[in-house]
């Protein structure tokens, strides 16, 4: 268990399981939930900061609306984090993907790296239906794979930020004079054969004196200027690339054949204007939404001590005009109450039209109707709303469809009670098993049906079976009451 130490009392916001002890997973609590909601599962990565007391085990996490998990992967150490976890598509077949990693900022109270930096060895993981690991990617170019995204193509590849630090004498721009460059790059690399089909160096096409990030931060971190800040990456139509950049306070469209920026909104050299309410600052997550409009999480804060916050964080998506290069407002979402936000979050659009907001440093998810709602009357819209417990928090948030199926088989622990028996059952990441049924016997070869069809409650059902006998046995049910899955056989634990 890494420097878990699950020995001690755990926490009342932890889960524990009988039948899955090695699963620690956070405890959320469901704040608001109406209706009107999209269908499906939660996906999050549950971290948080040095200074903070982690809940719980880090790894990657899917709920149902109701905070029970369906599928936890624990990391053994919480210096160790995932991120972006999501459903991609891959060769036709849905899979799961995230980032692997240490993030700089979570080991020490003072980082080698600029805080939210990969420390080197990161990596991003796909995983089939099966929880099965199919491919482990890594960056090129001694670049290291980086926090912020990892997306499949249509055709198969994957694009995706990455980092490396770039020795300069930075005093030009008002700092150390033997500093670095904390330089990004885009790169697309093909998943069947492991080459670089595509490269953009950040340093090569942006001057590093837009930044709003002073040259002189870097002396707080090792001299490595975090100027760009590269947080998420979209291919658009015609072979472009959407760009965000969070110290820029900018979003870049560009042309992927050339490398050229065909145009940048937001931040000191802007090809749009704006109108009332519709600027942004230290945003994340910009993607493409029909009728050219862009979406994004607006944090509006807060790279360093003396940057006050812009205002409380929200989500927003922007109508722009692209012949008379102006962007205004078409909708917001805003939590209830407002939240001040100073990295990190997400917007999704859901199936059903709603928006769906992570919001980052701070420890909610929150689903709306797609109309929105203002700073000034958030609760208008508000469908749903989950927080983590403490201070933990994952980078996005997700909800996505999903099926499993576990490639290993359904856990089992029995408990003796009196005269009878408690079973515990559970299978980590099946999203088909809606009930069990037990069987128990004299021996190990004799085992008969004792429990024809109980409801599976939550993650781990608890099964009372009128039974002496030594040795049970589990059996998954699908909804149509086929066996989908069959546990080992235990033998009974006296208490």
């Known amino acids: ?36 909601t ?17 809940i719980g085990q880090t790894g990657s996490l899917i709920m149902d609306t109701y905070g029970n998990p369906v599928w936890f992967r624990p990391l053994n150490s919480i210096y160790k984090q995932n991120t ?22 979570t080991q020490s109270a003072n980082p080698n790296l600029p805080a939210g930096d990969p420390e080197p060895g990161a990596y991003y993981l796909m995983i089939n239906q099966n929880y099965e690991v199919i491919k482990k990617i890594t960056a090129k170019r001694d670049f290291t794979a980086d926090v912020h995204e990892f997306t499949i193509t249509d055709r198969n590849t994957a694009l995706f930020t990455a980092v490396k630090q770039v020795p300069a ?102 090809n749009f204007t704006f109108d009332a309410n519709s600027t942004f600052s230290w945003q994340h997550d910009a993607r493409h939404r029909p009728g050219n409009k862009i979406s994004l999480f607006d944090d509006a804060c807060c790279a360093s001590e003396d940057s006050p916050p812009e205002g409380p964080a929200r989500g927003l998506i922007l109508q722009l005009n692209l012949r008379n290069m102006t962007a205004h407002v078409y909708r917001t979402y805003y939590h209830n109450p407002n ?44 469908l749903y709303d989950m927080q983590f417990p403490n201070q933990n928090l994952s980078y996005r948030a997700f909800k996505n469809k999903w099926a499993g199926f576990p490639c ?25 098993t809606a009930a069990w049924q037990i069987l128990a016997g004299p021996k190990p ?24 006998a030594p040795y049970f046995q589990a059996n998954a049910l699908n909804h149509c009451g086929d066996v989908i899955g069959t546990s080992r056989i235990a033998l009974i634990s006296k208490q």
Request: charged share 15%; with cysteine; aromatic share 12%.
């Open 169 to 270: 004498n930075l005093t030009l721009y008002g700092g150390p004079e033997d500093g670095y460059f904390d330089n990004y790059s885009i790169q697309e690399v093909d998943l069947k054969t492991g080459k670089l089909l595509f490269f953009w160096d950040v340093l090569a096409h942006i001057n590093p004196a837009d930044s709003m990030v002073s040259a002189s931060s870097a002396t707080s971190s090792n001299n490595i200027w975090d100027c760009f800040h590269v947080n998420s990456v979209e291919e658009g139509p015609n072979n472009t690339l959407l760009i965000s950049m969070r110290n820029m306070w900018a979003i870049y469209n560009i042309d992927k054949e050339t490398g050229n920026i065909l145009w940048q909104l937001g931040g000191k050299q802007s």
């Open 84 to 105: 972006d976890f999501r459903v991609q598509s891959y060769k036709g077949n849905p899979i799961l993907t995230m980032w692997e990693g240490t993030i700089s900022g």
């Open 1 to 36: 268990m890494g420097n878990y130490n699950f020995k001690k009392k755990l926490s009342p916001q932890v889960w524990t399981f009988i039948s899955a002890s090695d699963l620690h997973p956070m405890k959320v609590t469901i704040n608001i939930n109406k209706p009107g």
């Open 445 to 468: 070869d004799r085992l008969s049906l004792v429990v024809n069809c109980t409801p599976r409650i939550g993650f781990e059902t608890e099964i009372y079976v009128n039974s002496d």
């Open 408 to 432: 290993y088989p359904p856990s089992i622990a029995v408990n003796q009670f009196r005269r009878d028996a408690i079973v515990y059952v559970s299978w980590n990441g099946s999203t088909e």
């Open 339 to 382: 939240l001040i936000v100073s990295s990190q979050g997400n917007v999704q659009k859901l199936s059903n039209g709603n928006q769906f907001v992570g919001w980052g440093q701070e420890s909610y998810l929150s689903e709306f109707a797609n109309a929105g709602n203002s700073a000034e009357n958030p609760s208008v819209n508000f």
């Open 38 to 54: 999209a269908s499906g599962f939660i996906f999050v990565a549950p971290y948080t900061s040095y200074e903070a007391t982690m």
